[in-house]
């Protein structure tokens, strides 16, 4: 059976194309408010961890900040085989679980911004992420260019630059080499939003059961890019300060 489908271009087959448009949108808008959810559950976990100063301390003394540097990365890998494959249950834990995640990565930085007296600037680098995440997206959905082309290149970058963060962190502890970082990642993040955006488009099939997982798929990679983004705006905006 021969489903009527949109191809990357976003040209629509006419037969059942009103159809597949109104599917697409409310589709699409279950992925975007889903990752919202996530963004929002996220802020409000990251600012509770940041208001208990012996959590800080203990995040701060122990290895706890690389087990869920670990969990992230690892979570991200896994995550199209258990969304596609494993249950619902299973594919809405794994979101969830990412979420909370990030929120205990996030919480030391915004614990420090907020003792610096810095807390504005936790407010701009979101208003920065959300402007340049939703200009990005939007190219991505609308743009008729082919962007799968992208894929191998993006790959590559971000090993290298996962790469240099924990080479950084670890060996060289340089300002000047986080801030050139942030400053790439940044660049690479915008590339992937676009790239993601089309390629969670191009999963929509019109009536298929498989649309369900496919946006909490979407959701996931469109929340991490989201994070990432705001994470190393938020270090550029704190380099820049100091």
Same mark, same amino acid.
Do not use: C
């Given at each position: 059976?021969?489903?009527?489908?949109?191809?990357?271009?976003?040209?629509?087959?006419?037969?059942?194309?009103?159809? %597949?448009?109104?599917?697409?949108?409310?589709?699409?808008?279950?992925?975007?408010n889903?990752?919202?959810?996530?963004?929002?559950?996220?802020?409000?976990f990251s600012? +509770?961890?940041? &208001?208990?100063?012996? +959590? !800080?301390?203990?995040i701060?003394?122990?290895?706890?900040k690389?087990?869920?540097?670990?969990g $992230?990365?690892?979570?991200?890998?896994m995550?199209?085989?258990?969304?596609?494959?494993?249950?619902?249950?299973?594919?809405?834990? !794994? /979101?969830?679980?990412?979420a909370?995640?990030?929120?205990?990565m996030?919480?030391? !930085?915004?614990?420090?911004?907020?003792?610096?007296?810095?807390?504005?600037? $936790?407010y701009?680098a979101?208003?920065i992420?959300?402007s =340049?995440?939703?200009?990005?997206?939007?190219?991505?959905?609308?743009?008729?260019?082919?962007?799968?082309?992208?894929?191998?290149?993006?790959?590559?970058?971000?090993?290298?630059?996962?790469?240099?963060?924990?080479?950084?962190?670890?060996? /060289?502890?340089?300002t000047?080499g986080?801030?050139?970082i942030?400053?790439?990642? =940044?660049?690479?993040?915008?590339?992937?939003?676009?790239?993601?955006?089309?390629? %969670?488009?191009?999963?929509?099939?019109e009536? &298929? @059961?498989m649309?369900?997982?496919?946006?909490?798929?979407?959701?996931?990679?469109?929340?991490? @890019?989201? =994070?990432?983004?705001?994470v190393?705006?938020l270090?550029?905006?704190? %380099?820049?300060?100091?």
């Open positions: 059976m021969n489903e009527p489908r949109r191809n990357y271009g976003g040209s629509v087959a006419q037969t059942g194309g009103v159809a %597949i448009d109104q599917g697409l949108r409310q589709y699409m808008l279950g992925v975007y889903y990752m919202a959810l996530g963004i929002a559950a996220t802020g409000v600012m +509770l961890i940041s &208001s208990n100063v012996e +959590l !800080m301390r203990l701060a003394g122990t290895p706890l690389w087990v869920g540097f670990i $992230i990365i690892g979570i991200g890998m995550a199209p085989k258990i969304i596609f494959s494993g249950s619902k249950v299973a594919a809405h834990a !794994m /979101f969830w679980t990412y909370a995640l990030w929120g205990l996030i919480a030391p !930085m915004l614990y420090a911004f907020t003792q610096a007296g810095a807390a504005i600037e $936790i701009r979101f208003f992420t959300a =340049v995440f939703g200009a990005l997206s939007l190219w991505g959905y609308t743009t008729k260019k082919d962007l799968s082309g992208m894929a191998v290149f993006l790959g590559m970058a971000g090993i290298g630059l996962l790469i240099a963060i924990v080479v950084n962190a670890l060996i /060289f502890k340089s000047m986080s801030l050139a942030s400053s790439l990642v =940044v660049v690479f993040v915008a590339g992937v939003t676009a790239y993601e955006t089309q390629q %969670i488009k191009s999963m929509y099939r009536g &298929s @059961s649309n369900d997982r496919a946006a909490i798929f979407g959701a996931f990679a469109l929340y991490g @890019s989201f =994070v990432t983004l705001f190393h705006i270090n550029i905006l704190g %380099i820049m300060r100091d």
